[in-house]
Nanobody, 123 residues
Framework: QVQLVESGGGLVQAGGSLRLSCAAS????????MGWFRQAPGKEREFVAAISWSRGWTYYPDSVKGRFTISRDNAKNTVYLQMTSLKPEDTAVYYC????????????????WGQGTQVTVSS
């Protein structure tokens, strides 16, 4: 069974940086995608970034493009989200997830999820 554990969340000031990690186990990743999502209080969960495990292709919505960078360490089965130029609106619980198949932003297509890690950006 796939297990995902996020870490690295915390409190940072606007304009600061933070790196999130997601340690995965229980699966040999090949053509799959790893994604990051976030959910703020009172809002729907939204797509943040995704990366193809085998080739390293990355995808971002306009809201984070140029500020966030997703990467992976295949040997460690770990995916990272480097966040820079953080804004108060980035405050949310961040989740990593696994999609078996091609790239998608659809939450329903990601089959396994971590518990989440809180990111709070102060003004």
């Amino acid at each position: 069974q796939v297990q995902l554990v996020e870490s690295g969340g915390g409190l940072v000031q606007a304009g600061g940086s933070l790196r999130l990690s997601c340690a995965a186990s229980g699966h040999t990743f090949n053509s799959d995608f790893m994604g990051w999502f976030r959910q703020a209080p009172g809002k729907e969960r939204e797509f943040v970034a995704a990366i193809s495990w085998s080739r390293g292709w990355t995808y971002y919505p306009d809201s984070v493009k140029g500020r966030f960078t997703i990467s992976r360490d295949n040997a460690k089965n770990t995916v990272y989200l480097q966040m820079t130029s953080l804004k108060p609106e980035d405050t949310a619980v961040y989740y990593c997830a696994v999609r078996f198949g091609s790239m998608t932003m659809a939450i329903s297509e990601y089959k396994y999820w971590g518990q989440g890690t809180q990111v709070t950006v102060s003004s």
